[in-house]
C-alpha cells in the first residue's frame, strides 16, 4: 500500500501564481489534513476534512482554499502565492477523528515562492 | 494562548543509555497527547497515544508519560541505537478535529 501520496514533490512558484497540491490516501480513512511546517514551528493546521463532503478551517487557513474530491483525494489551493507561504506541506490522513487514531502522513511538498 | 514547549531544539546522547524528551503544554488540558519521529526529507510516523487517564504507555524500547497536573509528557527511548536519531514530535490534542504539534527534539545517538 502506498499510504498518503503528495504530488509534487517540490515546487518554485512566483509572488502571485496560484497552484493546486494534490493529495491521496489508499487507506479508506474519512478524516483528511493540511499541515504546514516551518523552521522552528510545529506543524500547523491549515485545512481538514474529517469526513467526505465536510470541510473545516484549522489555525493558519488564509490564504488557502481545499477541496475533498471524493474520500480518497483532499487538495490544496494557493489562489495568489506569497513569499510567506513558502514551506513544506504536508497531507495526512487518519480513520476517523484524530481522538481515536494517529495521523498517516505524506512525506511532503516543497514550496518555494520567490 | 495555548503554548507547546519541546525541551530542547537537539539532544546528544551514547548509544545504550536511555533518552528523555519533554513536551510541556501551557493554557489547555489536552485529553490525549500523541508522539510522532520524523526523519529528514519524510513526513511524522506515529509513535504512540497516551490518553489523561493513563500516566504511562509502553511500546518495546519506548515508554510515555503523561502527568495533567504538570501539564507535561516525557518519552523515553531505552538502550538508545543510532537508528533512533530522529526528530521528535509531540502533539497534545486541542480539539476533537485539531492536534497542535511542538516544534520537535532532534536526537541524536552516536555509537
Known amino acids: 500500500n502506498a499510504g498518503v501520496t503528495q504530488t509534487p514533490k517540490f515546487q518554485v512558484l512566483k509572488t502571485g501564481q496560484s497552484m493546486t497540491l494534490q493529495c491521496a490516501q489508499d487507506m479508506n480513512h474519512n478524516s483528511m489534513y493540511w499541515y504546514r511546517q516551518d523552521p522552528g514551528m510545529g506543524l500547523r493546521l491549515i485545512y481538514y476534512?474529517?469526513?467526505?463532503?465536510?470541510?473545516d478551517k484549522g489555525e493558519v487557513p488564509n490564504g488557502y482554499n481545499v477541496s475533498r474530491l471524493n474520500k480518497r483525494e483532499f487538495s490544496l489551493r494557493l489562489e495568489s502565492a506569497a513569499p510567506s507561504q513558502t514551506s513544506v506541506y504536508f497531507c495526512a490522513s487518519s480513520e476517523m477523528a484524530v481522538y481515536n487514531s494517529p495521523l498517516h502522513f505524506g512525506n511532503g511538498t516543497r514550496l518555494t515562492v520567490t | 494562548s495555548q503554548k507547546i514547549e519541546q525541551n530542547s531544539e537537539a539532544l546528544n546522547i551514547q548509544e545504550g543509555k536511555t533518552a528523555t524528551l519533554t513536551c510541556n503544554y501551557t493554557n489547555y488540558s489536552p485529553a490525549y497527547l500523541q508522539w510522532y519521529r520524523q526523519d529528514p526529507g519524510r513526513g511524522p510516523v506515529f509513535l504512540l497515544l497516551i490518553r489523561e487517564n493513563e500516566k504511562e504507555k509502553r511500546k518495546e524500547r519506548l515508554k510515555v508519560t503523561f502527568d495533567t497536573t504538570l501539564k507535561q509528557s516525557l518519552f523515553h527511548i531505552t538502550a538508545s541505537q543510532p537508528a533512533d536519531s530522529a526528530t521528535y514530535l509531540c502533539a497534545p490534542e486541542y480539539n476533537n478535529n485539531d492536534m497542535r504539534f511542538g516544534a520537535g527534539t532532534r536526537l541524536t545517538v552516536k555509537p
Open positions: 476534512s474529517a469526513s467526505e463532503g465536510t470541510t
